[in-house]
């Protein structure tokens, strides 16, 4: 019996016309084909197409209308658009572009439908089965029982709560306007409101940015509550995350818990790099490259400078470290957005294949990755065997040896806190000091700052909303409101969320500013004396 999986998403117009034709005729579809008819191309986003993979598909065709047929306008070209991000991603992921297609057909087209269909058909088998498998198919074991809301309740010390109201006070999301409230929730939870409407909606809109945390007096520790909260109710089956962008990011991680999986994650490195594939040093760049292919229509971001420039960085220091090609997500936002069992797999996955290789340090740039990989894998069961650096100490460790100088920059900046670099007491001051260091023209802080700073209004790609949006607009009107022309982040995800409130249709040209990596600034200035 044949096994191999294809979805075909098949256009309710011109293209479904062909097909039925064939249907009439007495033509026998392949059996690997399981035809999804639509309403138009233009309507299966990113994720829709990746989400097949996740679930086992061996191979994705979009089938639309040809160009200027689609009833719709501009159907066909969003679903061009659409399948080439796809293929670059499932590229990324080490699947193979080929495995998605991209086709249109006019309704008297059954003939080169029927040629297209048997042709794809042989070329995935000639790829072979997927090497994704479902993640809920996976017979892992995960490492802890999942709690109860009291075990989490005592965790934290819940109760502790002296209703004080500092915490919903400094929270970005009230002062944004929204009606939501830290102390309301812990208050409703410890008292069995688990299951209100209102709670459920909030516990997946919390940033989990740690202000509150940085006010309470009987130091609660909310993030991390509303976390393991999320967790519980997604083991429960009743959490119901709203996740951006159609989940497309949760997707890709738990595609990336398959062992079989091999990505080619630094295939378009520039030729001015080098690296040591024997190095005992290895630099774990993140998700930067997947960002830049999701959001390349959207934003035309490139977070992957970030990792270049890093890279730089180390080589300008004597560092050759290894690159791990099959490098995966360190699983920040599954265990942040509720999945703890797949953040599981891939943290045990990861460490595995990071001790197999014989690394014992791991150099990242990225704030999440950092957090993931040197506090939560361990608190969550999975012990490291190998050291993590931020790339700021890093280089905080090797400038200030001296013999180095940089070059002025002729800009006036303000800088945007990463909140995961922000509430971590060892490396919080490490940006500022590297800052310090630069040749600058003027450098001020926005209005909230330091222990203080605003979000960038989304994490873990939840929760999204018009008040994650107001938050985004009040912080870049904090850093123009400094007189400065370049806002200086230090996580790739602030760069695409202040980015998207750029495009705001009404406020946009009010908005626009310059911005760009610490990291990236710091390779670009740097020289020996």
């Known amino acids: ?81 659409n399948t080439e991000d796809t293929r670059n991603l499932i590229e990324l992921l080490g699947l193979g572009k080929q495995r998605m297609r991209f086709a249109t057909f006019l309704p008297d087209e059954s003939e080169k439908l029927k040629k297209f269909l048997e ?4 070329k995935i088998k000639s790829f072979g089965k997927s090497p994704v498998v479902p993640a809920k198919a996976l017979d892992a074991q995960v490492s802890d029982n999942y709690d109860t809301i009291d075990a989490i309740v005592a965790r934290y010390d819940a109760y502790a709560c002296q209703d004080c109201g500092k915490c919903t006070s400094s929270c970005p999301l009230a002062l944004s306007g929204k009606p939501y409230s830290p102390r309301t929730i812990v208050s409703a939870i410890t008292s069995g409101q688990i ?5 459920r909606k909030d516990i997946w809109s919390c940033l989990t940015c740690g202000v509150c945390y940085e006010r309470c007096p009987s130091d609660v520790n909310f993030p991390e509550f509303i976390r393991d909260i999320r ?56 998700c930067a490259p997947y960002f830049d292919a999701f959001f390349r229509k959207h934003q035309e971001v490139k977070t992957s400078d970030i990792l270049d420039n890093s890279l730089r960085l180390l080589n300008f220091f004597d560092v050759y470290p290894m690159l791990w090609n099959a490098e995966r997500c360190c699983g920040h936002d599954l265990l942040w957005s509720g999945d703890r069992e797949n953040f599981i797999k891939l943290a045990k996955l990861n460490t595995e294949m990071i001790k197999d290789m014989g690394i014992e340090e791991v150099i990242t740039s990225c704030p999440e990755c950092y957090r993931t990989l040197a506090i939560d894998y361990e608190k969550q069961g999975v012990k490291p065997c190998f050291k993590v650096t931020h790339i700021y100490e890093f280089l905080e460790k090797e400038i200030d040896k001296g013999a180095v100088a940089f070059k002025p920059l002729d800009k006036n900046i303000t800088y945007q806190d990463s ?66 022309d370049l806002m200086v982040t230090s996580c790739p995800k602030c760069q695409i969320h202040l980015r998207c409130a750029m495009e705001d249709p009404f406020l946009g040209n009010e908005l626009q500013m310059e911005m760009t990596d610490l990291t990236s600034i710091i390779a670009k200035t740097i020289c020996w004396e």
């Open 1 to 81: 019996m044949n096994d191999f999986k294809i979805i075909l998403f098949l256009c309710n117009w011109a293209p479904h016309t062909a097909y039925q034709t064939l249907q009439d005729n007495g033509y026998q579809i392949p059996p690997e084909i399981k035809m999804m008819r639509i309403p138009c191309t233009g309507r299966i986003s990113k994720a829709l197409l990746f989400k097949a993979f996740e679930m086992g598909a061996d191979g994705v065709a979009l089938v639309g209308c040809s160009p200027g047929a689609c009833r719709y306008g501009t159907g066909t070209q969003a679903a061009m658009n």
């Open 119 to 122: 042709d794809f058909c042989l």
């Open 195 to 199: 299951d209100s409407e209102q709670v």
């Open 231 to 286: 967790c519980y109710l997604t083991a429960a089956s009743n959490g119901q995350p709203h996740q951006p962008h159609g989940g497309f990011f949760q997707s890709l991680m738990r595609a990336m818990t398959s062992p079989e999986l091999k990505p080619e994650r630094w295939k378009n490195l520039p030729d001015d790099i080098r690296s040591d594939p024997d190095s005992k040093i290895l630099f774990f760049g993140g």
């Open 419 to 484: 909140c995961r670099l922000n509430r971590l007491e060892s490396l919080r001051d490490f940006p500022r000091k590297l800052m310090s260091r630069l040749t600058l023209q003027k450098f001020e802080e926005m209005k909230d700052s330091g222990n203080g700073a605003l979000c960038c209004g989304n994490c873990a790609w939840t929760g999204c909303d018009s008040y994650s949006k107001a938050l985004q607009v009040k912080r870049i009107r904090q850093a123009k409101a400094t007189g400065s």
